[in-house]
């Protein structure tokens, strides 16, 4: 196996989790290390930070944004932030001082806000593999959901389309694609993404097997049940 050094690139990582892509981004650093593989996860912090925990070496780099998810910031301060995110030099830039330090063999990226597509432009330039997981609507829109005002969007607003534009372009830099679930694909490829990855495929998010659902005990009898997913 000529894969053996794994670069894992997510914008948040244990401890510092929002959401499940981190949750899951973890379970298959973990499950990689299992197989023997060397694995180095790369993410966002307010400072310059490496550590070894539970054998996965964790690279965490000053964010290049003009703030970090897990400070206060102002609101008026989102729309900058947005701006810089459609390409951000200096995100490339730091991403490749930690590239050229380890030299792995394949970089496998996930949630990129705050690092932006750079990232990818930057790792093609080191002639190193590139898969991506797509595991929301970060490429497509602003606020990475396609929902606004209680409703899905059906097509892209005006600042979504330049966002969109800019993110699908970089895209071609990638060589692998993988999304969590086969409609998640099918609409970044119908919206032109991905459109030199060599190889796409449907891989659902990485879960412990130790973590399967309970049985719910007993709920609201309200009359109403609501169902999350």
């Not at 969007?153 to 993110?167: D, F, I, L, T």
């Not at 990855?197 to 009898?221: C, F, Q, R």
């Amino acid at each position: 196996d000529s894969i053996h050094r794994i670069l894992l690139v997510s914008n948040l990582y244990e401890p510092y989790v929002l959401g499940g892509a981190e949750k899951s981004v973890g379970y298959l650093a973990q499950g990689l290390r299992d197989l023997g593989k060397e694995v180095h996860v790369l993410t966002l912090f307010d400072q310059d930070e490496t550590e070894i925990r539970d054998g996965i070496h964790i690279h965490r780099i000053r964010q290049p944004n003009i703030y970090w998810y897990f400070k206060n910031h102002p609101k008026w301060l989102k729309p900058a932030w947005h701006l810089l995110d459609l390409h951000n030099p200096i995100g490339g830039q730091r991403f490749l001082a930690v590239v050229d330090q380890i030299r792995p063999d394949l970089i496998h990226t996930h949630n990129l806000a705050g690092l932006s597509t750079s990232i990818w432009a930057a790792a093609k330039s080191r002639n190193i593999p590139i898969v991506h997981t797509i595991r929301d609507y970060y490429l497509m829109c602003l606020s990475s959901t396609r929902f606004k005002k209680g409703k899905t969007c059906q097509k892209p607003c005006g600042s979504c389309k330049v966002a969109s534009w800019v993110r699908l372009e970089a895209s071609k830099n990638v060589d692998g694609v993988i999304g969590i679930s086969q409609h998640v694909l099918n609409l970044h490829k119908a919206a032109g993404g991905f459109s030199r990855a060599k190889g796409m495929d449907v891989i659902p998010n990485a879960y412990l097997a130790t973590h399967t659902p309970k049985e719910v005990s007993g709920y609201n009898s309200s009359g109403k049940i609501r169902l999350g997913y």
